[in-house]
């Protein structure tokens, strides 16, 4: 039995753990202001609002439906278009009607649950954060630009609460039915069901690739859910260690203020991994696992010498390096039941920079062609220690460590990274496939190793240099 | 009157500039579409099986085990077909379901229907198709050399080439190609069909062409017209992908239904859609140009590859609209251009915003450009030199009229100050190494009409209710371009009524039979005339009821906003007095409306004619910032003037601009389409094809209106909008190029679109050995 509160009706289901939310919505509730278009969480017509206890107050967010097993929204507040409607429009769907920000309008319930969510949560947001909450939202017909005017009306009048209660001042100004506020004590009699991780169950993070790749095989499956707050949540920084739990999910990530203090442009490499639907709902630990050569986190965690921590449900624990925890082509180093509990990493010390690059055909919102990251302690203009990793240029994630080894000790200059680059050509072995083909994938590669030190230490690169270099390697 | 129109008006004045009537069911998902229809119980779902090879002969279809997964009813093939087994809208050489040969992957071979779609998906896992391999083609060029022409070429000739070589001071000579393009639009294909009491059938079909349908499934089941009813309520967007494609669909529903007797729903998932429906055309073609010492354009000579895919489909229609528009907006007195529909083995390509004519206008472009590369000037010295003026002839023998390519042009680079944003991106790129800024300059000129001339009529039926209230039927879609809207304006402004007493109906073909499908950005036109000639009738009827009722002896007589006007006074009788009245009398408060076009023909025997019934105009300044580091690129601004006419809804008309600009973009730079040897869709999914996002519109979009009248000939003067904006987006090519340029000026072009980061990286460092 599943319990939730969808828009003002509490749900108690015995619909199968891991149908998608989108078709317990759409077929089982009859509410079809919820969009099918694309069922891989790429396009967000089925975006859902979903709210969670935090403290005193309801936490919402955005999640795709189509992504989302049933289970994940065990006791929680799930709010379809429907759900938003009252007796006149609220100011997200009055600006989309006054700026012509629909068209056909299969799209727009989405744009209008995310814009909704974003005024919501957060107050102090500007408007390209505004704008950036529909990163997820795809439109066909408007070409974006009535939709950006509108977003700039919607951020206009959510400036206008200042530090007022976001639900009571928006249900005050009739922009959101009156049932939100009633949800917090509603959601507080649902009683959570037993979580502990059984041996003979499926063990699903945010579900943004599981459901993509065996939807119908996970249906019926025993899932594990991580989504709530005790089982493998948190972020943790112990003496000179940072731990991730596996369940943490990009967004916990990317807000983190531990995380922010250790790498201050970690807001602006995550914006480049997928969208806030999809970042709200995909963890760290699915990431790892689901062992893509090209996996964002994963590419950003090898630079670090990160570490995981393996649970077996029996109590077996082990550790190993996520440099060894990929053996080929999506195999790893997991054996049946155990799972990933958290991974480590040491805070890089003072003097330590930090970067990520990732190139994809469409800047944001799609998989890389390449992604790279590096971390580089200079000391009197040269490299003390360095550490690249690169994804998309082998059968799995890389650690460079040739490469890496080779610029010890050097100058970060034009001339070294000429000579450490023919190196790293060695060490990769990319293949054509529907990122790229061979040739292109070396050739960035290259730019993006050349990018981190321009990113890092500009005065080391001479840009004449440069020029000639580019030409010449 | 109070309360808001049950579809929604967003406004209820009298001005005509009004929001979309959709718009309010949008915001709140209050829309229907295809898939939210409820269901009649006991409803069943449709699922095709397709081939999965390119090219072969069908050996063997083993059936049994899908048949025995419980929930699956019934599984069809094209033995079960009682009319005609035949889809093909122009040609008939597509079947609806293959019988012994496949000619593509992605060619429905069955369909299998159970009591759900999922269901259905399981039982088609265990079909198992057994297939004789024969030779696969891809490439068009491949084709045309083995003669496999889908239909016959069109050859358009007008001067004489040959002696415009000899005036010629330059000549030049390259390839150009572009790639196809998915229509994505965010709903996917579909129908829902079920039998009434008799066995005629109702389809309910995500269609542009309600009558194609009808048509075309009546062929299917061999049953007469009238016997199927099909029924439009709106398309989540369409952009030429639904016109002649929606019909497999509507066709495998419609046969599952009238087959078992039972309300049959058939809807796609993506991965279906986009390795079984047809995409916009890639071409590849040679050009030669030439010009004068002056940078006339003397003559041009065009051998153009559509690439058909494995059937005709629509491709006769698009290499004709091809043709129309291989010199853009310039005048080439001397033009001679050969055209080829290559038969591959490929999902039939289809309609698609443009229709031929960005193809065409692209291979203009880079026949320009490769002149100016060569001279070592820019394009723009090209294109000024040679916009087509007043009077002057299209090689189609049309002559120019109301030319506005020359007033665009000028307009722009005045309003734009774009002589300065030149100015600035060269002294930009001097002081920046690693990031470079391009521009290019385009000018469109596209002819509005369906090229085959008896497509260009339309009818409207209305109905004024005895309360005041009216009903308004038309032949036109609506799927996002805001057609129901215009429509509810002419009957709005004719009647001068509010607004919010109009209801758009469903387009039906029971209510308005035998209608053009909505395309060819024509729907506006030729339906906003019909209604316009059926509310003027009306409005002459029910205006001689208020001379007999309140003013015999008036010389003029009018309603305004409402209210009966005599000789300029208003008086106290009202719009509903004045209905009440007239039905009272006995008066008719319905019409039919007809309208077709006048003036338009087109000899095919000589291919001269005067097919368009006008030409929109208009010119793109856009602007690019590449980072040659990482070989990605950001559109800053494009600065447009266009044609409108009198644009009737500029709010509306802006939206279409936006929005054709970006996918014109897209087609240019992110949206990639790939097939593997085999013919295997590799872009298959939207993870694997792009298409854009918010962050990738253009920073700023500027549109403004070329201060002309429209022609009487457009609804309301107001001119065709849904697809010339599209081809403003090839000038994101040119910049590109111009940017990648600065940064390497060893940089051959190639003419090769789109202009993927993959493709801009390598020609950043082209001509370079390799890193």
């Given at each position: 039995?599943?319990?939730?509160?969808?828009?003002?009706?509490?749900?108690?289901?015995?619909?199968?753990?891991?149908?998608?939310?989108?078709?317990f919505?759409?077929?089982?509730?009859?509410l079809?202001?919820?969009?099918?278009?694309?069922?891989e969480?790429?396009?967000?017509?089925?975006?859902?609002?979903?709210?969670?206890?935090?403290?005193?107050?309801?936490s919402?967010?955005?999640?795709?439906?189509?992504?989302?097993?049933?289970?994940?929204?065990?006791?929680?507040?799930?709010?379809?278009?429907?759900?938003?409607?009252?007796?006149?429009?609220?100011?997200?769907?009055q600006?989309?009607?006054?700026?012509?920000?629909?068209?056909?309008?299969?799209?727009?319930?989405?744009?209008?649950?995310s814009?909704?969510t974003?005024?919501?949560?957060?107050?102090?947001?500007?408007?390209?954060?505004?704008?950036?909450?529909?990163?997820?939202?795809?439109?066909r017909?408007?070409?974006?630009?009535?939709?950006?005017?509108a977003v700039?009306d919607?951020?206009?009048?959510?400036?206008?609460?200042?530090?007022?209660?976001?639900?009571?001042w928006?249900?005050?100004?009739?922009?959101?039915?009156?049932?939100?506020?009633?949800?917090?004590?509603?959601?507080?009699?649902?009683?959570?069901?037993?979580?502990?991780?059984?041996?003979?169950?499926?063990?699903?993070?945010?579900?943004?690739?599981?459901?993509?790749?065996?939807?119908?095989?996970?249906?019926?499956?025993?899932?594990?859910?991580?989504?709530?707050k005790?089982?493998?949540?948190?972020?943790?920084?112990?003496?000179?260690?940072?731990?991730?739990?596996?369940?943490?999910t990009?967004?916990?990530?990317?807000t983190?203020?531990?995380?922010?203090?250790?790498?201050?442009?970690?807001?602006?490499?995550?914006?480049?991994l997928?969208?806030?639907?999809?970042?709200?709902?995909?963890?760290?630990?699915?990431?790892?696992?689901?062992?893509?050569?090209?996996?964002?986190?994963i590419?950003f965690?090898l630079?670090?010498d990160?570490?995981?921590?393996i649970?077996?449900?029996?109590?077996?624990?082990r550790?190993?390096?996520?440099?060894?925890?990929?053996?080929?082509?999506?195999?790893?180093?997991?054996?049946?039941?155990?799972?990933?509990?958290?991974?480590?990493f040491?805070?890089?010390?003072?003097?330590?920079?930090?970067?990520?690059?990732?190139?994809?055909?469409?800047?944001?919102?799609?998989?890389?062609?390449?992604?790279?990251?590096?971390?580089?302690?200079?000391?009197?203009?040269?490299?003390?220690?360095?550490?690249?990793?690169?994804g998309?240029?082998?059968?799995?994630?890389m650690?460079?460590e040739?490469?890496?080894s080779?610029?010890?000790?050097?100058?970060?200059?034009?001339?070294?990274?000429?000579?450490?680059?023919?190196i790293?050509?060695?060490?990769?072995?990319?293949i054509?496939?529907?990122?790229?083909?061979?040739?292109?994938?070396?050739?960035?590669?290259?730019?993006?190793?050349?990018?981190?030190?321009?990113?890092?230490?500009?005065?080391?690169?001479?840009?004449?240099?440069?020029?000639?270099?580019l030409?010449?390697? | 009157?109070?309360?808001?129109?049950?579809?929604g008006?967003?406004?209820?004045?009298?001005?005509s500039?009004?929001?979309?009537?959709?718009?309010?069911?949008?915001?709140?998902?209050?829309?229907?579409?295809?898939?939210?229809i409820?269901?009649?119980?006991?409803s069943?779902?449709?699922?095709?099986?397709?081939?999965?090879?390119?090219?072969?002969?069908l050996?063997k279809?083993?059936?049994?085990?899908?048949?025995?997964?419980?929930?699956?009813?019934?599984?069809?093939?094209?033995?079960?077909i009682?009319?005609?087994?035949?889809?093909?809208?122009?040609?008939?050489?597509?079947?609806?379901?293959a019988?012994?040969?496949?000619?593509?992957?992605?060619?429905?071979?069955?369909?299998?229907?159970?009591?759900?779609?999922?269901i259905?998906?399981?039982?088609?896992a265990?079909?198992?198709?057994?297939?004789?391999?024969?030779p696969v083609?891809?490439?068009?060029?491949?084709?045309?050399?083995?003669?496999?022409?889908?239909?016959?070429?069109?050859?358009?000739?007008?001067?004489?080439?040959?002696?415009?070589?000899?005036?010629?001071?330059?000549?030049?000579?390259?390839?150009a190609?572009t790639?196809?393009?998915?229509?994505?639009?965010?709903?996917?294909?579909?129908?829902y069909?079920?039998?009434?009491?008799?066995?005629?059938?109702?389809i309910?079909?995500?269609?542009?062409?309600?009558?194609?349908?009808?048509?075309?499934?009546?062929?299917?089941?061999?049953v007469?017209?009238?016997?199927?009813?099909?029924?439009?309520?709106?398309?989540?967007?369409?952009?030429?992908?639904?016109?002649?494609?929606?019909?497999?669909?509507?066709?495998?529903?419609?046969?599952?239904?009238?087959?078992?007797?039972?309300?049959?729903?058939?809807?796609?998932?993506?991965?279906?859609?986009?390795?079984?429906?047809?995409?916009?055309h890639?071409?590849?073609?040679?050009?030669?140009i030439?010009?004068?010492?002056?940078?006339?354009?003397?003559?041009?000579?065009?051998?153009?590859?559509?690439?058909?895919?494995?059937?005709?489909?629509?491709?006769?229609?698009?290499?004709?609209?091809?043709?129309?528009?291989?010199?853009?907006s310039?005048?080439?007195?001397?033009?001679?251009?050969?055209?080829?529909?290559?038969?591959?083995?490929?999902?039939?390509?289809?309609?698609?915003?443009?229709f031929g004519?960005?193809?065409?206008?692209?291979?203009?472009?880079?026949?320009?450009?490769?002149?100016?590369?060569?001279?070592?000037?820019?394009?723009?010295?090209i294109?000024?030199?040679?916009?087509?003026?007043?009077?002057?002839?299209?090689?189609?023998?049309?002559?120019?009229?109301?030319?506005?390519?020359?007033?665009?042009?000028?307009d722009?680079?005045?309003?734009?100050?774009?002589?300065?944003?030149?100015?600035?991106?060269?002294?930009f790129?001097?002081?920046?190494?690693?990031?470079?800024?391009?521009?290019?300059l385009m000018?469109?000129?596209?002819?509005?009409?369906?090229?085959?001339?008896?497509?260009?009529?339309?009818?409207a039926?209305?109905?004024i209710?005895?309360?005041g209230?009216?009903g308004?039927?038309?032949?036109?879609?609506?799927?996002?371009?805001?057609?129901?809207?215009?429509?509810?304006?002419?009957?709005?402004?004719?009647?001068?009524?509010?607004?919010?007493?109009?209801?758009?109906e469903?387009?039906?073909?029971?209510?308005?039979?035998?209608?053009?499908?909505?395309?060819?950005?024509?729907?506006?036109?030729?339906?906003?005339?019909?209604?316009?000639?059926?509310c003027?009738?009306?409005?002459?009827?029910?205006?001689?009821?208020?001379r007999?009722?309140?003013?015999?002896?008036c010389?003029?007589?009018?309603?305004?906003e409402?209210?009966?006007?005599?000789?300029?006074?208003?008086?106290?009788?009202?719009?509903?007095?004045?209905?009440?009245?007239?039905?009272?009398d006995?008066?008719?408060?319905?019409?039919?409306?007809h309208?077709?076009?006048?003036?338009?023909?087109?000899?095919?025997?000589?291919e001269?004619?005067?097919?368009f019934?006008?030409?929109?105009?208009?010119?793109?300044f856009?602007?690019?910032?590449?980072?040659?580091?990482?070989?990605?690129?950001n559109?800053?601004?494009?600065?447009?003037?266009?044609?409108?006419?009198n644009?009737?809804?500029?709010?509306?008309?802006?939206?279409?601009?936006?929005g054709?600009l970006?996918?014109?973009?897209?087609?240019?730079?992110m949206?990639?389409?790939?097939?593997d040897?085999?013919?295997?869709?590799?872009?298959?999914?939207?993870?694997?094809?792009?298409?854009?996002?918010?962050?990738?519109?253009?920073?700023?979009?500027?549109?403004?209106?070329?201060?002309?009248?429209?022609?009487?000939?457009?609804?309301?003067?107001?001119k065709?909008?849904?697809?010339?904006?599209?081809?403003?987006?090839?000038?994101?090519y040119?910049?590109i190029?111009?940017?990648?340029?600065?940064?390497n000026?060893?940089?051959?072009?190639?003419?090769?679109?789109?202009?993927?980061?993959?493709?801009?990286?390598?020609?950043?460092?082209?001509?370079?050995?390799?890193?």
């Amino acid at each position: 039995m599943i319990e939730f509160i969808l828009n003002d009706v509490l749900i108690k289901t015995n619909s199968p753990p891991g149908l998608p939310l989108l078709d317990f919505i759409r077929q089982e509730m009859g509410l079809m202001g919820t969009k099918i278009a694309c069922r891989e969480g790429d396009c967000g017509a089925c975006t859902l609002m979903v709210g969670e206890l935090d403290g005193d107050k309801v936490s919402y967010k955005t999640i795709v439906s189509c992504l989302t097993p049933l289970v994940n929204v065990q006791s929680k507040h799930v709010v379809s278009i429907e759900g938003l409607n009252g007796d006149q429009l609220s100011h997200v769907q009055q600006a989309i009607v006054d700026h012509s920000g629909t068209q056909c309008g299969f799209c727009t319930p989405g744009f209008v649950i995310s814009l909704m969510t974003k005024s919501l949560s957060d107050a102090n947001s500007n408007l390209d954060e505004t704008l950036a909450s529909v990163d997820g939202n795809i439109c066909r017909c408007t070409g974006y630009k009535s939709i950006e005017r509108a977003v700039k009306d919607i951020w206009e009048v959510n400036q206008r609460r200042k530090d007022k209660d976001a639900p009571q001042w928006m249900v005050k100004n009739k922009y959101l039915p009156e049932y939100f506020l009633s949800i917090h004590d509603r959601l507080s009699n649902i009683i959570l069901p037993d979580e502990r991780i059984k041996k003979s169950n499926v063990i699903l993070g945010g579900g943004t690739d599981l459901m993509v790749q065996k939807a119908d095989s996970i249906m019926h499956a025993g899932l594990q859910t991580l989504r709530e707050k005790d089982i493998l949540h948190g972020i943790m920084i112990e003496d000179d260690h940072c731990i991730l739990q596996a369940g943490a999910t990009v967004t916990e990530l990317l807000t983190s203020l531990e995380l922010r203090s250790i790498f201050p442009g970690i807001q602006k490499y995550f914006k480049l991994l997928s969208s806030t639907q999809i970042r709200n709902m995909g963890t760290l630990g699915g990431n790892i696992v689901n062992a893509s050569p090209i996996g964002d986190l994963i590419v950003f965690f090898l630079a670090l010498d990160a570490k995981l921590q393996i649970n077996s449900p029996d109590g077996g624990r082990r550790s190993v390096a996520l440099k060894d925890f990929y053996l080929d082509y999506k195999k790893i180093d997991l054996k049946q039941g155990e799972y990933v509990e958290a991974l480590s990493f040491n805070i890089p010390l003072h003097g330590y920079q930090f970067n990520f690059e990732k190139v994809s055909k469409r800047e944001h919102l799609d998989i890389a062609s390449v992604n790279s990251a590096i971390l580089l302690h200079l000391q009197d203009n040269l490299i003390k220690d360095v550490r690249l990793s690169a994804g998309g240029v082998g059968p799995i994630p890389m650690f460079l460590e040739k490469t890496s080894s080779f610029l010890q000790g050097r100058r970060p200059d034009v001339e070294s990274l000429s000579e450490a680059n023919s190196i790293l050509q060695d060490e990769i072995s990319p293949i054509d496939d529907i990122r790229g083909s061979e040739e292109y994938k070396r050739l960035l590669l290259r730019q993006l190793f050349i990018a981190h030190f321009i990113e890092l230490c500009p005065d080391q690169i001479r840009m004449d240099q440069l020029q000639e270099i580019l030409i010449q390697i | 009157m109070s309360g808001s129109n049950q579809d929604g008006s967003a406004t209820g004045n009298f001005d005509s500039n009004m929001r979309n009537t959709d718009s309010i069911g949008h915001v709140t998902g209050k829309s229907v579409f295809l898939d939210d229809i409820p269901e009649i119980k006991g409803s069943l779902h449709a699922v095709a099986f397709a081939s999965s090879l390119a090219h072969g002969k069908l050996r063997k279809l083993n059936l049994s085990a899908a048949l025995q997964v419980p929930g699956v009813i019934r599984i069809l093939t094209y033995e079960d077909i009682p009319g005609e087994n035949q889809v093909g809208g122009i040609i008939l050489d597509e079947p609806l379901l293959a019988e012994t040969e496949v000619h593509y992957i992605g060619q429905p071979i069955a369909v299998i229907i159970a009591e759900s779609a999922h269901i259905a998906r399981q039982a088609r896992a265990l079909i198992h198709a057994e297939y004789e391999l024969l030779p696969v083609i891809t490439d068009p060029r491949e084709a045309y050399e083995k003669g496999e022409l889908l239909f016959p070429p069109r050859f358009f000739e007008s001067g004489d080439v040959v002696s415009g070589w000899e005036e010629c001071e330059y000549i030049f000579e390259g390839r150009a190609e572009t790639g196809g393009q998915e229509h994505l639009y965010l709903e996917t294909q579909g129908a829902y069909a079920y039998p009434d009491e008799t066995g005629n059938l109702k389809i309910h079909s995500a269609t542009q062409g309600p009558t194609l349908i009808q048509k075309t499934v009546a062929r299917i089941l061999g049953v007469a017209m009238n016997r199927v009813e099909v029924d439009v309520r709106r398309l989540g967007g369409g952009f030429g992908g639904k016109e002649d494609q929606a019909t497999v669909w509507a066709g495998l529903a419609g046969l599952s239904a009238q087959v078992l007797q039972k309300p049959v729903k058939m809807v796609l998932s993506r991965e279906d859609d986009m390795y079984m429906t047809g995409k916009r055309h890639p071409y590849t073609s040679d050009f030669k140009i030439g010009l004068t010492k002056e940078l006339k354009i003397i003559a041009l000579e065009l051998s153009l590859f559509q690439n058909g895919g494995a059937a005709s489909d629509l491709s006769p229609a698009i290499l004709e609209r091809t043709l129309f528009h291989v010199t853009n907006s310039y005048f080439i007195p001397n033009v001679k251009a050969a055209a080829y529909s290559c038969k591959t083995n490929l999902v039939p390509n289809t309609a698609f915003r443009g229709f031929g004519a960005p193809q065409a206008m692209f291979v203009m472009e880079a026949a320009i450009s490769k002149a100016a590369i060569e001279l070592k000037i820019q394009a723009r010295e090209i294109q000024e030199r040679n916009l087509i003026r007043e009077d002057e002839l299209f090689h189609y023998g049309q002559v120019a009229t109301n030319a506005h390519a020359l007033p665009s042009w000028d307009d722009a680079m005045k309003t734009f100050h774009i002589e300065e944003r030149i100015a600035a991106i060269k002294k930009f790129n001097q002081n920046n190494s690693l990031i470079k800024k391009g521009m290019a300059l385009m000018p469109v000129c596209f002819g509005v009409s369906f090229t085959k001339t008896p497509m260009n009529q339309a009818r409207a039926l209305v109905h004024i209710y005895q309360d005041g209230s009216i009903g308004i039927s038309t032949g036109a879609v609506e799927m996002g371009q805001g057609v129901n809207t215009k429509m509810k304006q002419v009957a709005a402004r004719i009647f001068s009524v509010d607004p919010r007493r109009i209801k758009l109906e469903t387009t039906n073909t029971t209510r308005v039979a035998n209608t053009s499908p909505t395309a060819a950005s024509s729907g506006a036109d030729l339906n906003g005339k019909a209604l316009q000639n059926a509310c003027e009738a009306l409005l002459r009827r029910v205006l001689g009821v208020a001379r007999k009722m309140i003013a015999v002896d008036c010389e003029n007589i009018e309603i305004k906003e409402e209210r009966i006007i005599t000789d300029g006074k208003t008086s106290s009788f009202t719009w509903e007095n004045l209905i009440e009245k007239a039905f009272l009398d006995r008066v008719n408060l319905s019409e039919n409306g007809h309208y077709a076009t006048p003036f338009i023909h087109f000899d095919k025997s000589i291919e001269k004619g005067h097919p368009f019934a006008y030409h929109v105009f208009g010119t793109a300044f856009i602007e690019v910032t590449l980072d040659c580091l990482r070989g990605q690129y950001n559109f800053d601004g494009v600065h447009i003037v266009h044609d409108f006419g009198n644009s009737m809804n500029f709010e509306l008309d802006r939206g279409q601009v936006e929005g054709a600009l970006m996918q014109g973009i897209a087609w240019m730079t992110m949206e990639e389409i790939s097939f593997d040897k085999t013919g295997k869709l590799l872009s298959n999914s939207l993870s694997s094809y792009k298409i854009p996002d918010i962050y990738a519109a253009p920073d700023i979009v500027d549109v403004k209106a070329l201060e002309r009248d429209g022609p009487d000939i457009a609804i309301m003067k107001s001119k065709a909008i849904g697809e010339p904006p599209f081809m403003y987006g090839i000038g994101a090519y040119f910049a590109i190029q111009d940017a990648i340029k600065s940064f390497n000026s060893d940089y051959k072009s190639d003419f090769i679109a789109p202009f993927t980061p993959e493709k801009i990286l390598l020609a950043l460092y082209q001509n370079r050995s390799r890193p």
